[in-house]
């Protein structure tokens, strides 16, 4: 059952950091998932892809994992 987990958090890791490079690879796709009362919508995509990506490796590493 270890390993079931083990693989699950590896894949999300992956889509997670996935979606951050994507976050600058394509920014105008996500335009329309950022509310209209936040002002700078570009750098809140970069920002948000930038967690992504962070959140991604962090689960890659098994000390960060946990959190």
Request: charged share 10%; aromatic share 20%; proline share 6%.
């Amino acid at each position: 059952m270890k390993l079931f987990w083990t693989i699950l958090k590896i894949l999300l890791a992956l889509f997670m950091i996935y979606a951050g490079v994507q976050h600058f690879l394509k920014p105008s796709f996500y335009i329309s998932f950022v509310p209209y009362f936040l002002p700078f919508k570009m750098v809140v995509i970069y920002l948000s892809g930038a967690v992504e990506i962070v959140l991604g490796v962090l689960l890659l590493l098994p000390k960060y994992a946990t959190w």
